[in-house]
């Protein structure tokens, strides 16, 4: 059935305005008309009817992560006001065709969800956004397989999935969509980043005993790690899976101390590992010295929000992160002092993925014309921008994963902070060129643009 043709709003705006009829355009058909867009609808919340848009952002409100949820879900308010009033990083995002006047003409609006850190209950939350709210495009995350979960239910629904924080190789790799894009780095980039720094401040001769989140994150998160390390020299003890929630650590952490292993690595996040490290200095596994070498603890993937959490104990612990309030590029800073101005404090590397990930979407939508979303997908696709943070970023076309520089950072003593809030040094900003790798790294289909 041909499709039909729809003047986007702004469009329509600028024929009445020069007084030109619309009965008395000579329109060609349907792919020969310069600079206007074909859109065949409806397709999953497409049309957006009347003056409002809504964007859905379903968060981790309670469970595990929820430290996390809590600040994305700020951010996503922030990204709102500045996407309908202007300021923050809509000043420094380039290229840019966003106003700080709405969307396509429209204000925007939105409605939360809790993913309860479950994927069920994120599918749930996210299925109830579409069918009831009509959301034309939902975003959210913290934890992989909640990421992944949304991201399949965005593909059967024909609605954008801009994923907040997820860092497992999946989410880009065997689980990719078309309808999910990714901001956040992945446990790759990690491992790629953190092994020769573990290497020159540790040693080539070390035994390390991992401890791991059981599922697609932590899996993933487990075998960038252990093949980075091994590569150094290290040798891979042993590993075990720990259930995502746990809060007593002492059986495993009492493995790794009958292990002839020198250093932990924790791959959990959030609370998880705020338990799991608070535990570990509490059996005193810091001050061992095992085969003459003191034991260390490495956290992979880190946040300010962990930091927080575990206190003294992240003195000297070295791991990965994707943003820090500490960066002084533009597109940095006016997300930090924004942020701070709203909340009181400086975000966290979930608050700035989030954001951008809201800032990015409406700024596809703007670039096609329309909120059509196999349009709005084709315009994310291959977008290269600056001034969201360091560096260039990259929507790669092959599999949406973005590139961007990232860091590795360092838990700071006591009495090297200036504030509550000045918990990691970075170590060293580590450029994009150094994380890339080829698409088919990790192998998978995006799927149609549209339902067959």
Known sequence: MPGKLIIPAATRRRIL??????????????????????????????????????????????????????????????????????????????????????????????????????PDAARTAAQRMIERDGVIMFSGGSSSAVAIAQQYLAQ????????????????????????????????????????????????KDRRAYHLTADYTWGHTQYD?????????????????????????????????????????????????MVNSLTQASQFGMRDIDKNGKKMQIVVPLYSELMAKGAGDNIEGVLGTANFNEKLDDAGSQAFIKTFTDEYGFPPSQAAHTAYVQTLLYANACETAGTFYPPEVIKALEGFECEGIGPGKALYRAEDHQNFHDILVVKGKAPSERKDQYDLLEIVKHVPRAEIEYPADTFPGELGPYKPA
């Open 17 to 118: 305005k020069t007084g030109t009829a619309l009965g008395g355009l000579a329109l060609a058909p349907l792919g020969f008309v310069r600079g206007a867009w074909a859109e065949e609808g409806p397709l999953g919340t497409f049309p957006v009817k009347g003056d409002t848009v809504k964007f859905g952002f379903c968060v981790p409100q309670t469970g595990a992560y929820a430290d996390e949820g809590a600040d994305e879900l700020r951010a996503y308010q922030l990204a709102v006001k500045h996407l309908n009033e202007g300021g923050g990083v809509l000043e420094t995002l380039k290229p840019s065709k966003l106003t700080g006047q709405g969307v396509l003409g429209k204000k925007v609006d939105y409605v939360t969800g809790d993913t309860q850190t479950n």
């Open 156 to 203: 059967e629904k024909s609605v954008v999935f801009m994923c907040a924080l997820t860092h497992s190789n999946d989410t880009t790799g065997k689980d990719r969509r078309r309808y999910g894009f990714r901001h956040f780095f992945n446990a790759y980039m990690s491992g790629v980043a953190l092994g020769p720094i573990l290497a020159e401040d540790y040693g």
């Open 224 to 272: 960038s790690m252990k093949q980075a390390t091994e590569k150094q020299g290290w040798t891979t003890v042993n590993n075990i899976m720990t259930p995502l929630g746990s809060t007593d650590y002492s059986q495993f952490l009492t493995a790794v101390l009958n292990s002839d292993a020198d250093v932990l690595v924790l791959n959990h996040y959030g609370k998880d």
